[in-house]
Structures are given as structure tokens and as C-alpha cells.
């Protein structure tokens, strides 16, 4: 018979998050870690500092990785955000944008199922950290011309989109 949750002992002595501390640390990023549960860490990008967030659910072998941008979306902004948002999402193959309505926060979230045996999952996890880094980069424009500069939000979705070739 097949179970919907992972048995709990399958991890061993180990745990997601201590794959995710090593990876946090050999980067030399700034990190703070709660227990054996949640990991958040503060990771410089092109446009100012993300925070990741990991969130470990051992009852559903889930590990959830947020980006939250440090921006905060006042109520009368949220419709032109929540627009912008579905145009996002629907170009991302992995993950997608939300905004966390209590807050305000904007964030890039995916979770990952971690195999019972971890091996591959290093690998894995710091695929979609730096997808997750990229993706933030990648859109955080987008906000800004919408939040700053009132710019519509397929205007402000289709000017992240244009490739620029070669350097000035």
C-alpha cells in the first residue's frame, strides 16, 4: 500500500536543511537558521538584497523555497501588481511570483519534493535557489516601473522581456 507521507525516519541524521546550511555558508552568505524547520538567508543581487527563505515539512517531504524581495505593495497598488503577477507567471517554467496579501510582500516561490535518500537534492536546491536569484533579478524592473513610475503592466512586463545584444 502506498502512503501519501514520507516515513519520518528516512531522512536518518540528517535533514534538507543541513544541505541547505552548507550551500548558505560556502557562499558566505548571511544566514540564520530555526531549529530543524526554517532557514532564511540575506543574498546580495543586482538590484538590492533578497532574502531566502527554506521552509522544511518533514510530514509531506516538502522543502519550500522563498525569495521576498524587500518591497512592501501598498493596498492601492495591488491590483496593477496582481496583473503584473499573472503576466509573470504564465513566461515562468518554474516557480512563480505572489504576493503575500497580509504583508504586502512580494516573493518568487517553489517547492521541491526531497527523494528519502537525498542524494541528488544538493544539486537540486541550488539549481532553484539561483533560478529563484535569477527570476528576482530578472523581474524586480518590473515592479519597479509599476510601483514607481505608474507604468502599465504588460508595458512594464514586455520591457523586462526585450534581450538587449551586445554592450554599449
Not at 141 to 154: G, I, R
Amino acid at each position: 500500500m502506498t502512503t501519501l507521507f514520507l516515513d519520518e525516519e528516512c531522512y536518518g541524521d540528517s535533514s534538507p536543511l543541513d544541505l541547505v546550511e552548507e550551500l548558505i555558508a560556502q557562499r558566505e552568505w548571511t544566514y540564520e537558521r530555526y531549529g530543524d524547520e526554517e532557514l532564511t538567508a540575506v543574498v546580495p543581487s543586482a538590484w538590492n538584497e533578497l532574502h531566502l527563505r527554506y521552509l522544511w515539512r518533514e510530514d509531506s517531504g516538502l522543502l519550500q523555497i522563498a525569495a521576498v524581495f524587500d518591497v512592501r505593495v501598498a493596498a492601492n497598488k495591488r491590483p496593477k501588481i496582481h496583473e503584473t503577477l499573472a503576466l509573470i507567471n504564465e513566461r515562468l517554467w518554474l516557480g512563480h511570483f505572489e504576493l503575500w496579501s497580509e504583508e504586502g510582500a512580494l516573493m518568487f516561490r517553489h517547492a521541491l519534493l526531497v527523494p528519502d535518500h537525498l542524494m541528488g537534492f544538493e544539486g537540486q536546491c541550488e539549481a532553484v535557489t539561483y533560478a529563484a536569484i535569477k527570476e528576482c533579478e530578472r523581474f524586480y524592473p518590473v515592479f519597479q516601473f509599476v510601483l514607481w513610475a505608474d507604468k502599465d503592466p504588460e508595458e512594464a512586463v514586455e520591457s523586462a522581456m526585450l534581450e538587449t545584444m551586445g554592450e554599449a
